[in-house]
């Protein structure tokens, strides 16, 4: 049974950082695509960054040059460090994993999710 499990949310204030992580169990993780989404109040939920099994990344345009997502294939956990933070970045964050190449949609597992909250 493929778990996914988030930790690190928090209340930050503006310009402050975060380090999200994500432990994956039951999957062979060096063989899966990591990603983080997120989803803030009312809004859809959207999709943050990707890295692949090699270390390949991808990011949206909105987090571009302050989150950076990187993965211990040892450890099995994947990690998204946020910087600069703004209120637009509040949001529950999740954690995703899909085969093959990194991808925006089209994820298999999902983790539950964790808040983050950056004041102005």
């Known amino acids: 049974q493929v778990q996914l499990v988030e930790s690190g949310g928090g209340l930050v204030q503006a310009g402050g950082s975060l380090r999200l992580s994500c432990a994956a169990s039951?999957?062979?993780?060096?063989?899966?695509?990591m990603g983080w989404f997120r989803q803030a109040p009312g809004k859809e939920r959207e999709f943050v960054g990707a890295i692949s099994w090699t270390g390949f990344t991808d990011y949206a345009d909105s987090v571009k040059g302050r989150f950076t997502i990187s993965r211990e294939n040892a450890k099995n956990t994947v990690y998204l460090q946020m910087n600069s933070l703004k209120p637009e970045d509040t949001a529950v964050y999740y954690c995703a994993a899909r085969v093959l190449v990194v991808s925006r949609d089209n994820y298999n597992y999902w983790g539950q999710g964790t808040q983050v909250t950056v004041s102005s």
């Open positions: 039951g999957l062979t993780f060096n063989r899966y695509v």
